[in-house]
């Protein structure tokens, strides 16, 4: 049996997200709210928030209250529902280093009718499967050097997506998007299946707009292109989307690690509909944002480098494709990040 005969965009699916962060909450709140039943994996305060006063989401559409079942662990579906069947759909949102933890806590509960879609920034783990030529089946060892993730999730079940969701986490358990919510997803190994296009209808019937794409590592590398030119730069500069995509200084930068991606990306045969001066354009346009990268940074979180830059310049080598500027870049970016962290590590400790 395929996943696909399962699958009926109609009838309510038996979702379970993980990850409480703004993107989560924000699918979790719109599916939840569209009749399917939906199973949020969270931890600390924000868990307990969602068990005691349920998920808000604030978005283009209105206010959504949205009754989503906050569990710590995927047994908690079993312990407190008794033999609830595998669910239909896995989202897995978090940070990209996150993912491996992620994907072997959601393990347990996956069936073999049960789709994944990891929605993370970056060049996914699954960049080589079904991809054919030389490299097909390979790993990309910057994000899953240890195979974590290809044990844990079986490929075969795996859907990729590109996120244009954009969202942010106003307290525990509370959500606001003032943007359209968008994803691209698509086969790894590329074609229009009847999953995906179920997977697709499903969250259009919830407000979420689902373009399934025939390739969609194509714009996997727009989006990759977006990533690298603005997020380490925004952590060395901390300077807004509209600074990064318009200051002459910042352009020199930009140029040069977009020129060097676009390469990589030409060497593995995307097909790239962006024009390079409209970008810079669109990219001002998006006026005084901070990348969330910069937002990581501030809040002293770990960041997102290993697949937003790290996997790229691997890609690269394996063509030996120099990419001196965005080399530089990511180092930069780093020494950034260890100052921070020796600074704070040298500040008194308050009472």
Same mark, same amino acid.
């Given at each position: 049996m395929t996943i696909s005969m399962f699958l009926d965009p109609v009838r309510p699916w038996r979702v379970l997200i993980a990850g409480a962060g703004a993107i989560g909450c924000t699918l979790a709140a719109r599916l939840a709210a569209a009749g399917h039943t939906v199973d949020l994996l969270a931890r600390g305060r924000t868990l307990q928030t969602l068990r005691e006063q349920g998920l808000v989401l604030d978005d283009l559409d209105g206010r959504w209250h949205s009754p989503v079942r906050a569990i710590a662990h995927v047994d908690e579906r079993q312990n407190e529902h008794g033999n609830e069947p595998a669910p239909d759909l896995v989202l897995l949102c978090s940070k990209s280093q996150d993912l491996p933890a992620l994907a072997e806590q959601v393990q347990p509960c996956l069936g073999p009718g049960t789709l994944i879609v990891p929605l993370v920034n970056g060049v996914p783990f699954w960049f080589f499967h079904g991809a054919g030529g030389r490299f097909d089946g390979q790993t990309v060892q910057a994000v899953d050097p240890q195979g974590r993730?290809? %044990?844990?999730?079986?490929?075969? =079940?795996?859907? &990729? *997506?590109?996120?244009?969701?954009?969202?942010?986490?106003?307290? *525990?358990?509370?959500?606001?998007?003032?943007?359209?919510?968008?994803?691209?997803?698509?086969?790894?190994? &590329?074609?229009?299946?009847?999953?995906? =296009?179920?997977?697709?209808?499903?969250?259009? =019937?919830? &407000?979420?707009?689902?373009?399934? %794409?025939?390739?969609?590592?194509?714009?996997?590398?727009?989006?990759?292109?977006?990533?690298?030119?603005?997020?380490?730069?925004?952590?060395?500069?901390?300077?807004?989307? =509209?600074?990064?995509?318009?200051?002459?200084?910042?352009?020199?930068?930009v140029r040069a690690v977009m020129h060097e991606t676009m390469l990589v990306a030409s060497a593995y045969g995307a097909r790239l509909s962006i024009d390079p001066i409209e970008f810079l354009q669109l990219g001002a346009g998006m006026g005084a944002v901070r990348t969330s990268m910069l937002q990581d940074f501030e809040r002293d979180r770990p960041l997102e480098l290993a697949a937003i830059g790290d996997a790229v310049v691997e890609l690269a080598e394996r063509y030996a494709l120099p990419m001196p500027a965005t080399r530089t870049l990511l180092s930069q970016t780093r020494w950034h990040a260890a100052r921070r962290a020796e600074r704070r590590l040298a500040e008194p400790a308050t009472a």
């Open positions: 993730l290809a %044990q844990a999730l079986p490929l075969d =079940q795996v859907l &990729g *997506a590109v996120v244009f969701v954009t969202a942010e986490s106003t307290g *525990a358990g509370r959500v606001r998007s003032r943007t359209p919510h968008l994803l691209m997803l698509g086969e790894p190994a &590329g074609g229009l299946s009847p999953r995906l =296009q179920a997977l697709c209808e499903m969250f259009a =019937q919830a &407000g979420i707009e689902a373009r399934p %794409q025939e390739r969609l590592r194509d714009t996997l590398w727009t989006k990759l292109i977006a990533n690298l030119t603005s997020n380490p730069l925004s952590v060395v500069t901390r300077a807004t989307l =509209q600074a990064i995509y318009s200051d002459p200084v910042l352009l020199e930068t």
